[in-house]
């Protein structure tokens, strides 16, 4: 089940990023629960907390900033689950397009994006940095879909 997640949620929520590494700082995700701009959906299994979507809404789209599973429960449409609802709210909102960013290393999730009807729209050289301390710095697929 899929639900908006509150500051009551915040411990598990940060317990998850811990574990999922999706990138996002810890404070971004509790500023983003009180925040009239984002919206954080929460997948639950079993009333346990298995991923969730950080959306924020800009003047004519929505910016998927941050989505994270469970390493155990990857694989099992956690993903995709959480993109529908994703598209709900950017709906709820009138957002035109839903954009994101992604690693040009991360073929899970490009993937799941592509699977999920997005499109590249652009890249962005040596914009990540390097992942687990290994040298240099990584592109950045820029991605969108329309609502």
């Known amino acids: 089940m899929i639900t908006e997640l509150s500051q009551r949620d915040f411990q598990l929520l940060a317990a998850l990023e811990t574990r999922a590494l999706s990138g996002v700082s810890i404070a971004l995700l509790r500023e983003a629960l009180v925040a009239d701009t984002a919206c954080v959906l929460g997948d639950w299994q079993e009333s346990q907390l298995t991923g969730y979507a950080l959306l924020a809404r800009l003047p004519f789209d929505a910016e998927l900033q941050a989505i994270g599973v469970l390493p155990e429960q990857r694989g099992h449409g956690i993903g995709g689950q959480l993109l529908k609802a994703v598209f709900a709210v950017a709906a709820r909102w009138q957002s035109e397009r839903v954009l994101l960013e992604v690693r040009e290393s991360n073929a899970a999730a490009i993937r799941l994006y592509k699977g999920a009807g997005f499109q590249q729209d652009g890249y962005r ?23």
């Open 125 to 147: 050289r040596d914009y990540y940095p390097a992942v687990h301390g290994a040298a240099g710095r990584e592109g950045a697929l820029l991605m969108s879909r329309s609502v």
